[in-house]
């Protein structure tokens, strides 16, 4: 049993869900850090005020800290638009240009029925019978 334990600990996926849940917190710090200390004083900036959280109002004895949600939907909306603009859109390019394009003289064609690739000269396809043009 201790032996089934270790294989289970040292497959691929577990290690690799480690360092990921290590990476993702440790870049979470680095993109809370970047909204709490450069984009939020640029918002206090031009908004000329620094902190919503005072923000709120009563109704018979409850108060309601509608600040406190204005704040986290700031955060909310610089955060995501922090991954997107500065990892999702540059990691896309990245791999858009990584994509391979096939030759123009590629010795293979697709089949239009199936999609798979079969030789050039090919009259059927050897996977669905389709003939071919």
Do not use: W
Not at 42 to 50: D, K, Q, T
Not at 76 to 93: E, L, R, S, W
């Amino acid at each position: 049993m201790l032996e089934e334990f270790k294989q289970f600990l040292l497959r691929g996926n577990v290690v690799d869900l480690a360092v990921g849940v290590v990476v993702g917190a440790s870049f979470g710090n680095i993109v809370s850090a970047l909204v709490g200390d450069l984009l939020t004083p640029l918002i206090a900036a031009v908004a000329r005020v620094p902190d919503f959280g005072g923000l709120s109002f009563s109704i018979n004895g409850s108060q309601f800290m509608y600040g406190h949600f204005i704040n986290a939907l700031i955060s909310f909306i610089f955060i995501a638009g922090t991954v997107f603009f500065f990892i999702v859109k540059p990691m896309n390019m990245l791999i858009n240009k990584s994509k391979r394009k096939l030759p123009a003289d590629s010795p293979t064609k697709k089949c239009k029925e199936c999609l798979s690739e079969i030789p050039f000269e090919a009259k059927r396809c050897s996977y669905c019978a389709q003939v071919t043009e």
